[in-house]
């Protein structure tokens, strides 16, 4: 009886996990999209990452075996900030062949 019940509890699990990950999976393709529309500068890699310049750079253009110091904000789709150097107050310096490829 409790494996049966066992697996009949993963089967749900399973079913209801997948339903989040489609819907999370959506919502991001709906924002990626509806960021492109509003954001004639944007742009999206082949990758998949999308980015937009707010403030370019001066000088010389970086190559992969480069480092280059950045401010940056990580969002969520909701607009929440995880992550940002600028309310930090402090850039980031790191090699830009090991984040960009």
Do not use: W
């Amino acid at each position: 009886v409790k494996t049966e019940s066992g697996m009949a509890l993963n089967k749900i699990l399973q079913e209801r996990s997948n339903n989040i990950v489609t819907r999370v999976k959506q919502e991001g393709e709906e924002f990626i999209a509806n960021f492109l529309d509003c954001n004639d500068d944007a742009v999206k890699t082949e990758s998949g990452l999308v980015y937009y310049c707010m403030k370019e750079g001066e000088g010389k253009q970086p190559s992969v075996q480069d480092s280059v110091e950045v401010h940056y904000h990580g969002t969520l789709i909701d607009g929440t900030v995880f992550d940002s150097s600028v309310d930090r107050g402090q850039t980031i310096s790191f090699p830009l062949g090991q984040v960009i490829k």
